[in-house]
């Protein structure tokens, strides 16, 4: 049975730090990323990194913020700095055997996690 453990997340103030993780257990997938969904608004893409290529994808609101990286091949995390109030968001992880490719879509997706709270106060 595949499964998606995330730790980390939590309140934070702006200009803040957190990291996130994400464990993956019964599949070893190419492709590990993170969305976000805000109360309100569609889930959408924030990072993805294949464990392949070492190649990485970032939303445009978190370049230069935000880096991702896969600390083993089960394993991919989100280093959050500079944090904003429009950062705030539920966090998901996502995984999926896509080869080489760098997946953006949620609909890429076939595993998820349960998803961590993320609040960054102004």
């Known amino acids: 049975q595949v499964q998606l453990i995330e730790s980390g997340g939590g309140l934070v103030q702006a200009g803040g730090s957190l990291r996130l993780s994400c464990t993956a257990s019964?599949?070893?997938?190419?492709?590990m990323g993170w969305f976000r969904q805000a109360p309100g608004k569609e889930r959408e893409f924030v990072a993805v990194?294949?464990?392949?290529?070492?190649?990485t994808r970032y939303a445009d609101s978190v370049k230069g913020r935000f880096t991702i990286s896969r600390d083993n091949a089960n394993t991919v995390s989100l280093q959050m700095n500079s944090l904003k109030p429009e950062d705030t968001a539920v966090y998901y992880c996502?995984?999926?055997?896509?080869?080489?490719?760098?997946?953006?879509?949620?609909?890429?997706?076939?595993?998820w996690g349960q998803g961590t709270q993320v609040t960054v106060s102004s």
């Open positions: 019964g599949r070893t997938f190419s492709a």
């Open positions: 996502a995984a999926e055997r896509a080869g080489i490719g760098l997946p953006t879509r949620s609909a890429d997706f076939g595993s």
């Open positions: 990194r294949n464990g392949f290529t070492s190649g």
